[in-house]
């Protein structure tokens, strides 16, 4: 167990919807980041949280946004999805702002758009 | 643009032999990596890391081997073990940033 938790574990839903992904990190951990997982593919960095500000962004698109609360816990939110965003969503985080830190995962969101 | 690649999305290995991962990259910015291992419906966790100043590092049965003029790094796993099949990811970063750049992943198989 990683100390990472993340909610829903599943998620099915339709075209032109809306979800929300949240991760709670490990205690202490000022970081978040999210990464997206498609078939075959790999970890896609799409954004980092670090103490309630946005620090770095990926292949993010402009569909989908996140935010870190004052608990440090995170939401990433994702609207008019498309059956290609259907995907597995990681959670990650670290004690400080990034750079040569081991990153703790989740145990991931599975999105289902049909 | 892929930035890091493993090329190998499969490998079977018999119990107690080496297992041999490999990962190539293109960035030469690059100077910090690490191997990530995933077991079905769990998240990805930290296996083993290399700094550019090195070339090599231990932790148990795993060693990271790290070649910067050839832009490769490998994971050996010596002897391997059933529990050792999963997914490996390796991941590459540059000082200053802020994210790492993770390969496709290679399932390894360890038969008993």
């Known amino acids: 167990d990683s100390g990472v938790t993340q909610t829903p574990k599943h998620l099915i839903t339709a075209t032109g919807q809306r979800v929300t992904l949240r991760c709670s990190p490990r205690s202490g951990d000022l970081s978040v980041y999210w990464y997206q997982q498609s078939l075959d593919q790999g970890l896609q960095f799409l954004i980092q949280y670090y103490n309630g500000e946005e620090r770095a962004k990926g292949n993010i698109l402009e569909r989908f946004s996140a935010q870190q609360f004052p608990d440090l816990h995170s939401e990433l939110n994702l609207s008019s999805l498309e059956l290609g965003d259907s995907a597995l969503y990681f959670c990650a985080s670290s004690v400080g702002s990034g750079g040569f830190e081991t990153q703790y995962f989740g145990p991931g969101t599975r999105l289902l758009v049909l | 643009d892929q930035q890091v690649k493993q090329n190998s999305p499969s490998l079977s290995v018999q119990e107690g032999r080496i297992s041999i991962l490999n990962c190539d990259y293109t960035?030469?910015?690059?100077?910090?990596f690490l191997w990530y291992k995933k077991y079905p419906a769990e998240g990805p966790t930290f296996l083993i890391s290399i700094s550019s100043i090195k070339d090599k590092n231990e932790d148990g049965r795993f060693t990271v081997f790290l070649n910067k003029s050839a832009k490769h790094l490998s994971l050996h796993i010596v002897p391997s073990q059933p529990g050792d099949s999963a997914v490996y990811f390796c991941?590459?970063?540059?000082?200053?940033?802020?994210?790492?750049?993770f390969g496709t992943g290679t399932r390894l198989k360890v038969l008993a």
């Open positions: 991941a590459a970063g540059g000082s200053g940033t802020y994210k790492y750049i």
């Open positions: 960035n030469s910015m690059f100077d910090y």
